[in-house]
């Protein structure tokens, strides 16, 4: 493994890691290969087969035993596990945006991760680590874009000293019962995180994220419907919105230049 791979991964053993991934390997094929004769012996005897009675059931994405693709179907239950372990693990997860951390876990949940190697991991986190500056982008341009523009606040050329967001939290179903949504709290992260960056500042690890935050503001302070982060203030309301106000405009502007970097004509008459 390259040391930049290591500087990502500094958390997890990843060799020992993928040791123990073998050597799971290893015993889930000699349990197959173990069954599968024994139920030879068994028919011969008239004993069996004794596959049949080992339960079938199973949950999203089971592997049944008695199919042939099991053996490969429970590596890729152990791969997806392993490779969720890594990105949440190790940190790795933060440098995602919000659509990027939605497709990866789509591929994990839906056992479409690549095959956990040496080989994969290195060229999985060299690929991370290079297209940091990217995925730092196009978070920040991905919170803008789902920005709703029905509301004067919201410009729709760059971000002002206030903004709504729509849905951040879910219809109040009680008197003062809301729950956060995942999706609009993932573009909040994205937000912070470019903040933090701009601001010199490590990017914010995921497991301290927007949707804790508001979870937690949420349970400790249901009537105020207020918090109050290092970046911004957020207000929210019994439709849902909330309304953030920014408190570093020096930052807001270096984001306003990623927009222009993106859509050069969009701040053309700032520019001049």
């Known amino acids: 493994m390259t040391q930049a791979t290591m500087d990502l991964v500094k958390s997890v053993s990843v060799e020992n890691m993928l040791r123990q991934r073998d050597a799971v390997m290893e015993r889930i094929a000699e349990a197959k290969r173990l069954i599968d004769e024994a139920d030879e012996i068994a028919i011969k005897a008239e004993l069996g087969p004794v596959s049949g009675y080992i339960s079938d059931r199973y949950s999203h994405g089971g592997a049944r035993f008695g199919h042939a693709d099991f053996v490969d179907t429970m590596r890729k239950h152990v791969d997806a596990s392993g490779w969720k372990h890594l990105m949440n693990e190790s940190g790795i997860r933060t440098l995602m945006d919000a659509e990027a ?3 990866w876990d789509s591929s994990v949940y839906d056992l479409k991760t690549p095959e956990l190697t040496l080989a994969n991991v290195t ?6 680590r290079d297209g940091r500056a990217e ?5 920040v341009i991905a919170c803008f874009r789902g920005l709703s523009w029905d509301y004067k606040t919201n ?9 709504v967001m729509r849905c951040l ?3 109040q179903v009680g008197p003062y019962c809301q729950s956060v949504n995942h999706h609009a709290a993932d573009k909040l992260d994205d937000l912070v995180r470019v903040f933090s960056v701009l601001d010199g500042k490590p990017e914010p690890d995921h497991r301290n994220g927007m949707y804790m935050h508001l979870s937690d503001a ?3 302070r249901p009537i105020e419907r207020f918090i109050d982060l290092e970046y911004f203030e957020i207000r929210w309301f019994k439709n849902g919105n909330g309304h953030l106000t920014f408190k570093r405009p020096e930052l807001v502007e270096k984001i306003n ?3 222009a970097k993106r859509y050069p004509n969009a701040l053309a008459s700032e520019v001049r």
């Open 101 to 103: 951390r939605k497709q």
């Open 123 to 128: 060229s999985t986190f060299t690929v991370l």
């Open 135 to 139: 995925l730092f982008e196009r978070g």
């Open 155 to 163: 410009q729709p050329f760059k971000f002002g000293k206030r903004i």
């Open 169 to 171: 939290y879910q219809a």
């Open 218 to 220: 949420t349970n400790k």
């Open 257 to 259: 230049r990623i927009i």
